[in-house]
């Protein structure tokens, strides 16, 4: 199991942005993808993005407003999430060994950070 901690999150307007991270404690995670998760008022859990070491994948409502990338430190990355909406409001989850297969939503097999909160609000 890795040890992760997110951060970042807060209360933000429609239209705005923030950038949470996700720390890894005693590893580097450059030796797993790593994905977030969220969970939305009223909706089952969900995959929100997916960095492996070749390639990304974002669910189709956040498509061309989050991009998730790999921090310089080798233990963090990094969901910068743009054009926020109220619905992107949720409480956001790291996880590790995240995977897509074809025609099945995004999952992981891997370990999971206690969450941070996303409000989008006026």
């Known amino acids: 199991q890795v040890h992760l901690v997110e951060s970042g999150g807060g209360l933000v307007q429609p239209g705005g942005s923030l950038s949470l991270s996700c720390e890894a404690s005693?590893?580097?995670?450059?030796?797993?993808?790593i994905g977030w998760f969220r969970q939305t008022p009223g909706k089952e859990r969900e995959g929100v993005s997916c960095i492996t070491s070749g390639s990304t994948y974002y669910e189709d409502s956040v498509q061309g407003r989050f991009t998730i990338s790999r921090g310089e430190a080798e233990n963090t990355v990094h969901l910068q999430m743009n054009s926020l909406k109220p619905e992107d409001t949720g409480v956001y989850y790291c996880?590790?060994?995240?995977?897509?297969?074809?025609?099945?939503?995004?999952?992981?097999?891997?370990?999971w950070g206690q969450g941070t909160q996303v409000t989008v609000s006026s």
């Open positions: 996880v590790t060994d995240c995977f897509k297969a074809p025609g099945a939503p995004l999952s992981s097999t891997g370990s």
């Open positions: 005693g590893t580097a995670l450059v030796y797993f993808s």
